[in-house]
């Protein structure tokens, strides 16, 4: 693996302890200020725009929010962009998620989340990767 992949890794890593930990200032660190973002959680519609997405966390983040755990990690780089496919497992739920990254000021900054549901299990054969 590539050091920008590892580097990726790491900022994905770092979105999902601050979902764990229910930090919303860690969240809002984490999105990218000068690029456009945007955001589609499961079940809702897309959400355009660094205020309405950040909103958004600060609602998920302050209620009840699932314990999320990051699996299956791999991280793609294109340059300046890198996106992330992993699943997210949570108590009754498995869900699939892109997390779209770019960089700003030498920093991989989140541009994008989606995640939503599988309508089946992964093979349990498939390799774990670094998350």
């Known amino acids: 693996m590539v050091p ?8 994905n890593s770092a979105f ?3 979902f764990a930990a229910r930090d919303a200032a860690a969240m809002e660190a984490l999105w990218a ?3 456009p973002v945007a955001c589609v959680h499961p079940g809702w519609d897309a959400l355009r725009g660094r205020d309405p997405v950040m909103a958004s966390w600060r609602s998920i983040l302050g209620g009840d929010a699932p314990h999320v755990r990051c699996t ?11 996106f992330v496919v ?7 739920a498995r869900l699939v998620a892109t997390n779209v990254f770019v960089r700003e000021s030498g920093t991989w900054r989140m541009v994008h989340h989606q995640a939503g549901g599988l309508a089946q299990p992964p093979a349990e054969d498939e390799p774990e990767a670094l998350a």
């Open 33 to 35: 200020r000068s690029a």
């Open 86 to 92: 992993c699943h997210e497992t949570m108590e009754g």
């Open 4 to 11: 920008a992949e590892l580097e990726v890794l790491e900022a």
């Open 72 to 82: 299956r990690a791999s991280a793609h780089v294109l340059g300046s962009v890198a």
């Open 16 to 18: 999902y302890r601050a």
